[in-house]
Structures are given as structure tokens and as C-alpha cells.
């Protein structure tokens, strides 16, 4: 029951129907999913099931709390209500349900389908139908997918994953898994997003790392090679994108499009940093850092926008999150279940990427009130739950499982909750 609405909720959050199917979008089908979820888990934690609220989440408890404790502080208390109640509460939340609901590899496998196919069909669509805005391409979809950076930066964490269902297919699937991993990295180029670029080159490497090279698969690391060379070969051709890359470094250069971006986020980091040491316990408030002198321009660094809206307390608990997060995967790699489950392996190994890829995105982007950081968090706080339950019996044989072998049927979960 509570997985059934989690999956409901995930899949209403990265396909949002409601931008394609008119009317749709005056019924808050992910609200009520949502909703039902929570009620469900916990009539389950109620009902005297044994529960254990991983580390990650705690500190995202901890987190939300203190933003709670800003909002009267804030230089506009409503906007700072609002974006705590309607935006990191649902972060929270999802992190909690995802690493509390699924106790079967099976059902976080199926999570994780959602978001790569997701992700893919947006990305194909959007480069097919050449979906742009001021040249540069914008997913077609709205909400998270739609703004070029943020496109960017969902596709260097979703990359791993799609690799994943890429090695474990076979046939007419693994020809459609690679046509997907094509069409990101192609649309990687078209958005222009230096700090997707970024993400997506150090996702990439990781990819390379952990499945070509440790993962002994040399044909990997040659088609990754000849890939990339071929792909930066073509898109540094063009000078304009060309112009992109350097003003990377080198500012606004000519036809790169900068128009005084890298001075501006140079000046919003400065006034960012100014900011958190102004307020260091409390910050402006949540969601208030535009409101600062009137600028109206978010940080573009979730770091230093943490620290100017929630104080330093809520910066180093924003990042004891992530730090958990990293434990939890070396947790999950010191597991019976990672030394001899290959799905468990590659499934953890593109956790990581893709986290990897996040906090470099972060970087340049404000994303820390938005879900899809904290579905990462709570991926590897259920793959953490999942392998540390016995080993069913095949894989102490050394029998490897893959999706059509059905085994995570014969879990028993330690923590019983209403499904």
C-alpha cells in the first residue's frame, strides 16, 4: 500500500501528465498520492511495526526544524513559511517514505525506472522537437525538466542509472537504453549549461571508473573514449559552443552567450557569502536570499544560498546530509549482498555517480529545495535497508540476479509496515 502510492507519487512528479493532458491539471493527483502514502506508513509505524529512521534523514528532520526556527527571523515570513511548508517539507518527506517503504530490491529498481525512463523520454522528446528558448534546449515538460540547468543536472544524475538498465538488458532494450544515453549526452551540448556539462563530465567519469575500469569491462572504457572524444570533437567545432566552455573560466567572452553571467554569479556569491556572515544562526529566511537588497536573483550555489537563508546551522546540516548519504554507500559496499548481487553493484556504484554529479551541479545551481536531491538520499538509505537483510539462499550459491529472476519475493523485511 505505501510503496503503491510512493511509486503513484514518483511517477506523477517526473512524468507530470497534467502538462499534456488537459485538465489534468486541476486535480492534485500528486498531493493525494502523496497524502495517502504518508497516512499509510504511518497507520503501519503505529500498528507496532519496527522502524529506524536512517542517519541521512534524521539530519533532513533536523534540517527542516531549524528552517522552521528561521521563518521568524525572515525578512519576509510568508515567503519563508511557504518554502518551507510547500517545498523542503515534501523533501523531507519523500527521503523518509522511499528509505522506510521499499524493503525489496525489486520495488527499488522499479523507483528508479521511473526516473531514468522519465528523464530519457523528456530528453529524447526535447532534442526531437528541437525544444528550445533563446538557443538553448528546455525540456518539454514543465517544473524541474524544463529550465536548461536543471535539465542539465537531472541528466548527470540520472546518466548512471540509465547505464544500469543499459547492461542489464538485452536485445531491442539495451538498443533503446543506448539510443537514451545518446540523446543525453547530445542533449547535455544543446543546453548549453556549463554546470550540467560539469555534473554530466564528472558522472561520466565515475561511469567510466566503476563500470568500465574496476568493473574489468575494457569495451566500455574504449566506447566511452571514442564517444566522448567524437562528441567534444563536434561540439568544440562550433565556435559559439566553443566560446561557452572558455567563458567557463573566462567570463563573457565573445558569442558565448554569457552576457555578464559569470560576473553576476560572482557578484551573487559574494553577496551571498556577505550575507550568511551577517545572519549566521538564523539567515534572511528560506527562499528570502532574492529579496536581499532588492536583486531579485536567487545565488545560483545552494551552499552559500543555505547559508545566507538558513544560517551556517542549516549549511552544515544540509552537507552532514550528504556526508551520510556518502557512508550509507560505503556501507552498502562493505555488504555481502554488494559482493555478490551485480545489480546491487552497478545499482550502488550509479547512486554515487549520481550523487557525485549532484553536489558538483549544487555547485552552480540553487537546488535545495527541489525533490529529485533528496529521492538520491533516499534511494541509498532503502538500498542501505536492503542489504541488511540475510541473503536469500541462491545468492549464497553465487547465483547473480537480475530483473527476471524474481528472488527479492523471498525477503522477509525487517520492518513491518502497512503496504
Known sequence: MVFGALAAFAWLYYYRPEDFIPGIVYIPMAKITGIFAIVALVGGMLSGGK????????????????MML???????????????????SKAVVVAMLISMAVVKLAELRKLLWIQAS?????????VLMHHTRAGRLVGVQ??????PNDLAINIAITFPLAMVFMLNAKGFRKVIWCGALIFMAVAIVLTYSRSGLLAFLLSLAVCVWEYGIE??????????????LLGLGLALSSAHYRARVESIVMGNIADSGDKGSLEARKTLLKKSLS???THPIFGVGPGCFPLVDKGWFVAHNSYTELAAEEGFPGLILFLLTMAATFREIAQVRKSPWYQQDAEVRLFTQALWAGLVAYLMGACFASTEYNLYPYFVVGYTCAMVRITSQPLPDKKREGQSTFSRLRYDRTIQPETTLAR
Open 51 to 66: 522502524f529506524k529512521i536512517p542517519r541521512p534523514v534524521q539530519y533532513l528532520w533536523l534540517l527542516l526544524f531549524h
Open 70 to 88: 528561521c521563518v521568524p527571523f525572515a525578512i519576509w515570513r510568508g515567503g519563508a513559511f511557504s518554502t518551507v511548508s510547500e517545498k523542503f
Open 118 to 126: 522519465a528523464v530519457s523520454l523528456v530528453v529524447f522528446f526535447s
Open 142 to 147: 514543465k517544473s524541474i525538466l524544463e529550465n
Open 215 to 228: 568493473g574489468k569491462r575494457m569495451y566500455l572504457v574504449a566506447t566511452f573514449a571514442g564517444t566522448l
Open 275 to 277: 550575507t550568511a556572515v
